[in-house]
């Protein structure tokens, strides 16, 4: 059963990293794909700074934000999210590589919690962000 529901989250995500343009302009590497969790990794590149030369903001978020959603999704069942945060703990320079971990924390029919924790190449937490999905009705064909 365990590699059925393996197979599945690979089909889902492949089926969305294919249509996201957005997470491959990010240079987003899928590291794991799984039931209920992602790991991404990707390096920061000088045009994600910001004015003080860090990686901006957004770069983080939207590295822990892909992660919630292939890992949310990966059940085969579409979800969305309704409510996301986040944490920056230490700031992520050019030429880091970061690593987004999405863990499932809860799971209903309809709600689902998630904690993406971002590391830097060193393993020191950037950024700690969590996630509340809403679960659609409607299953991904793959």
């Known amino acids: 059963m365990e590699n059925k529901g393996r197979d599945l989250a690979k089909r889902v995500v492949d089926a969305m990293f294919d249509n996201d343009p957005f997470s491959q302009w990010l240079g987003i590497e899928r590291v794991e794909d799984g039931p209920g969790h992602s790991v991404l990794r990707m390096t920061v590149r000088r045009e ?8 901006h903001g957004g770069i983080t978020f939207s590295l822990a934000d892909s992660a919630l959603a292939f890992a949310s999704n990966s059940h085969g069942r579409k979800s969305v999210s309704i ?22 924390e809860h799971l209903s029919n309809k709600i689902a919690n998630y904690r993406v924790t971002v590391t830097n190449q060193n393993g020191v937490v950037v950024a700690l962000f969590k996630g509340t999905v809403y679960r659609l009705g409607g299953e991904w064909e793959v």
């Open 83 to 104: 409510e996301t945060s986040i944490s920056h703990t230490v700031a992520a320079r050019p030429g880091d590589v970061l690593t987004a971990t999405a863990v499932q």
């Open 48 to 55: 994600m700074c910001n004015g003080f030369g860090l990686a």
